[in-house]
């Protein structure tokens, strides 16, 4: 009985270092964006956590439906909304990093057919320092905020 | 000897002044110049619109007397902004009843004429409504349009990017009638209310 246990928490072990290994860096609430049918593109937004006591550098990302996955950022000048390539995302040292909408993200290009509400997509994060973070993301539609007709 | 000394100091003053008044003036220019260099006309004209569109030819002229258009300008390969821009716009709609969302014609106009198609705008279009309108142009006809409504979009090339280029471009939405005059301009936001309060303002008037 005993012996079950310890081999099940062995292999447990094994299971999670390999895959959220980065026992430094977490993800969370991760998704993808439902975008149009048409749109040659989407994005997906997270949080990224980094406990240990260096920074960590985001240098490459793979998705389990597009070929090229980038990292991107988006800047408003004055309205004008400008969107361009990084060549990596910084989690500081005991810190974090969003990747939220109108600003960082992953892009996902060269979508052969629209990601709709319901669906999951794999990711591959890899750091700098050799870290792997794997995850599912779900997609999720866009969504306005909620704009209560208060008192008027 | 001192007399010399003195008209030449007199002279120096003067050289000296002459140069920083010469220099305050070729400054004041060149600051003028980089200013309606970067800067553009401020003033928003509006006007025709007049493109092709996922429903044949479209004009403002084709709005109805008590109609008004819900312009924005963007591309398909917008991941964030554009969607945001289409999705608040039918939110916007839902908060309208349904003779007032009669007289609301959201259009998108694509400044990425050389990839969206009007197959791939119908496409796009569709999925926010089937009032939504999907328009595009040359690049001529972007450059004129966009210039009467002081809509800044310019194409980035980012090589190292599957994309190949991007496209930087203002993300207000335009209240715009028939005749082309801008009701009002909305500043991007991801909450319909700005553009809910903009229609509401334009049909109590």
């Given at each position: 009985?005993?012996?079950?246990?310890?081999?099940?928490?062995?292999?447990?072990?094994?299971?999670?270092?390999?895959?959220?290994?980065?026992?430094?860096?977490?993800?969370?609430n991760p998704f993808v964006r439902e975008v149009p049918p048409g749109s040659?593109a989407t994005a997906a937004f997270m949080?990224?956590?980094?406990?240990?006591?260096?920074?960590?550098?985001?240098?490459?990302?793979?998705n389990s439906i597009t070929?090229?996955?980038?990292?991107?950022?988006?800047?408003?000048?004055?309205?004008?909304?400008?969107?361009?390539?990084?060549?990596?995302?910084?989690?500081?040292?005991?810190?974090?990093?969003?990747?939220a909408p109108?600003?960082?993200h992953l892009?996902l290009?060269?979508l052969d057919q629209p990601v709709k509400e319901g669906d999951t997509l794999t990711f591959?994060?890899?750091?700098?320092?050799?870290?792997?973070?794997?995850f599912e993301a779900p997609v999720r539609p866009v969504m306005p905020m909620h704009?209560?007709?208060?008192?008027? | 000897?001192?007399?010399?000394?003195?008209?030449?100091?007199?002279?120096?003053?003067?050289?000296?002044?002459?140069?920083?008044?010469?220099?305050?003036?070729?400054?004041?220019?060149?600051?003028?110049?980089?200013?309606?260099?970067?800067?553009?006309?401020?003033?928003?004209?509006?006007?025709?619109?007049?493109?092709?569109?996922?429903?044949?030819?479209?004009?403002?002229?084709?709005?109805?007397?008590?109609?008004?258009?819900?312009?924005?300008?963007?591309?398909t390969?917008?991941p964030d902004?554009c969607p945001m821009?289409q999705a608040v716009?039918k939110q916007?709609?839902l908060?309208?009843?349904?003779?007032?969302?009669?007289?609301?014609?959201?259009?998108?106009?694509?400044?990425?004429?050389?990839?969206?198609?009007?197959?791939?705008?119908?496409e796009y279009t569709a999925f926010f409504g089937?009032?939504f309108?999907?328009?595009?142009?040359?690049?001529?006809?972007?450059?004129?349009?966009?210039?009467?409504?002081?809509?800044?979009?310019?194409?980035?090339?980012?090589?190292?990017?599957?994309?190949?280029?991007?496209?930087?471009?203002?993300?207000?939405?335009?209240?715009?009638?028939?005749?082309?005059?801008?009701?009002?301009?909305?500043?991007?936001?991801s909450?319909?209310?700005?553009?809910?309060?903009?229609?509401?303002?334009?049909?109590?008037?």
């Amino acid at each position: 009985m005993l012996n079950i246990r310890s081999t099940f928490l062995a292999i447990s072990a094994i299971v999670f270092s390999s895959f959220v290994n980065a026992d430094s860096l977490t993800v969370e609430n991760p998704f993808v964006r439902e975008v149009p049918p048409g749109s040659p593109a989407t994005a997906a937004f997270m949080q990224l956590y980094n406990q240990s006591d260096a920074p960590v550098r985001l240098i490459k990302a793979q998705n389990s439906i597009t070929d090229y996955t980038e990292l991107h950022d988006h800047v408003v000048i004055n309205e004008v909304m400008q969107m361009r390539q990084v060549d990596a995302i910084e989690v500081p040292a005991r810190g974090e990093v969003q990747l939220a909408p109108g600003g960082l993200h992953l892009m996902l290009i060269g979508l052969d057919q629209p990601v709709k509400e319901g669906d999951t997509l794999t990711f591959n994060l890899i750091f700098d320092n050799g870290d792997v973070l794997e995850f599912e993301a779900p997609v999720r539609p866009v969504m306005p905020m909620h704009h209560s007709s208060s008192s008027e | 000897m001192f007399k010399a000394s003195l008209s030449r100091s007199v002279l120096i003053t003067l050289l000296a002044g002459l140069l920083v008044f010469s220099l305050v003036v070729v400054g004041t220019l060149m600051f003028k110049t980089i200013l309606s260099a970067q800067g553009r006309n401020d003033e928003k004209v509006g006007g025709p619109i007049e493109l092709v569109s996922t429903r044949g030819d479209f004009s403002l002229t084709d709005l109805g007397d008590h109609q008004v258009a819900v312009v924005t300008f963007g591309y398909t390969y917008c991941p964030d902004v554009c969607p945001m821009n289409q999705a608040v716009k039918k939110q916007a709609l839902l908060e309208l009843t349904e003779e007032e969302r009669e007289r609301v014609v959201p259009l998108m106009i694509s400044v990425d004429p050389e990839r969206d198609s009007l197959e791939r705008l119908q496409e796009y279009t569709a999925f926010f409504g089937e009032s939504f309108i999907g328009a595009t142009g040359t690049k001529q006809q972007l450059e004129e349009l966009t210039d009467r409504y002081g809509v800044i979009w310019r194409r980035v090339e980012a090589d190292s990017s599957a994309m190949g280029y991007t496209i930087d471009h203002s993300a207000s939405l335009y209240l715009v009638n028939r005749e082309g005059d801008i009701i009002q301009q909305v500043l991007y936001s991801s909450s319909p209310e700005g553009l809910v309060n903009a229609i509401k303002d334009f049909f109590n008037s």
